[in-house]
């Protein structure tokens, strides 16, 4: 099983700053198979980008994704505060697996 | 527009098994291509994929789960379903059912299952 390992656990940022998460592979996984879900408090994770840096259906641009083999990064440029949210990264091999989650707390 | 909702009980005893089941609009799951699968989330954790059924092809469940995992698809209702068997407190979950191919999309809302005596 492929474990991701994402990191910081935390992101501390004030509305306007940049937040870059990162998403560690054990194995490599293709950027094909590789994508990021949004959480709020009390809702289901929202699907925000997938394959190597497809937006969702609604989601703004300033959400990016990037990377290659066991290193992934989900950027968001110029934090709204809707931003503020637990971010997860998942990937597809030969089973589905997530990361442990990274929360983006308002500073 | 596909939409999943979640149903079952939201209680379950220690050692019983958890029945879960999802209702799935919008989307033949007999005819579509994609899996149907099942999430879970314990409370303030992070989420963990149990298993997926797909029209024609066997079922796919977390190895971590070993054979306490289920999963079946009733196309006459257009639903799929869950049971987790011996189920403890570490099973006390948000149980979400989603549409998925290489990602997961759409979701359920969604629902809690408490484990306790």
């Known amino acids: 099983e492929i474990v991701l390992t994402q990191s910081p656990g935390t992101l501390s940022l004030s509305p306007g700053e940049t937040a870059t998460l990162s998403c560690r592979a054990s194995e490599s996984v293709r950027s094909t198979f590789l994508a990021w879900y949004q959480q709020k408090p009390g809702q289901t994770p929202r699907l925000l980008i997938y394959?190597?840096?497809t937006r969702a259906a609604g989601v703004p641009d300033r959400f990016s994704a990037s990377g290659s083999g066991t290193d992934f990064t989900l950027t968001i440029s110029r934090l709204e505060p809707e931003d503020f949210a637990v971010y997860f990264c998942q990937q597809f091999r030969s089973s589905w697996t997530f990361g442990q989650g990274t929360k983006v707390e308002l500073k | 527009q596909v939409y999943l909702q979640e149903s079952g009980p939201g209680l379950v005893k220690p050692s019983e098994t958890l029945s879960l089941t999802c209702t799935v609009s919008?989307?033949?799951?007999?005819?579509?291509?994609?899996?149907w699968g099942w999430i879970r989330q314990p409370p303030g954790k992070g989420l963990e994929w149990l298993g997926s059924v797909s029209s024609g092809a066997n079922p796919y469940h977390n190895p971590s789960l070993k054979s306490r995992v289920t999963i079946s698809m009733d196309t006459s209702k257009n639903q799929f379903s869950l049971k987790l068997n011996s189920v403890t407190a570490a099973d006390t979950a948000v149980y979400y059912c989603?549409?998925?191919?290489?990602?997961?999309?759409?979701w359920g809302q969604g629902i809690l299952v408490t484990v306790s005596s």
């Open positions: 919008g989307a033949s799951i007999n005819f579509d291509t994609f899996y």
């Open positions: 394959g190597i840096s």
């Open positions: 989603a549409r998925h191919a290489s990602w997961f999309n759409p």
